[in-house]
């Protein structure tokens, strides 16, 4: 299994920074092996969309609506997964998720909900002006 359990959400108005964290842990998420992790957010009333996603070897993908905004990174110890989230917009207010794709594969071209096996409960982030 894999666990993830997100924190930093909050409030913050308009213009504003947040950084979310990501503890990743399980008996079958090894540092070493393949993976393929990344952030998602729901807004109310939507579907759940990728904004971000990284592989053991820090390659990244971003979302079009997040690119020059938020940065998807992870620690060294490949335990922790950060989402640094700059110039906040009131349409970033959602429930922000992290998620692992089953342990052992790369990412590739994933970039969708289908092919993450692995959720957090979600952190709430609120952008008001």
């Known amino acids: 299994q894999v666990e993830l359990v997100e924190s930093g959400g909050g409030s913050v108005q308009s213009g504003g920074s947040l950084r979310l964290s990501c503890a990743v842990s399980?008996?079958?998420?090894?540092?070493?092996?393949?993976?393929?992790v990344g952030w998602f957010r729901q807004r109310a009333g939507e579907e759940r969309v990728a904004l971000a996603r990284i592989d053991r070897d820090g390659y990244t993908r971003y979302a079009d609506s997040v690119k020059g905004r938020f940065t998807i990174s992870q620690d060294a110890a490949k335990t922790s997964l950060y989402l640094q989230m700059n110039n906040l917009r009131d349409d970033d207010t959602a429930m922000y998720f992290c998620a692992s794709g089953e342990p052992g594969l790369w990412c590739h071209d994933r970039f969708s909900t289908v092919y993450f096996s692995y959720w957090g409960q979600g952190t709430q982030v609120t952008v008001s002006s």
């Open positions: 399980g008996s079958r998420f090894k540092a070493y092996n393949p993976y393929c």
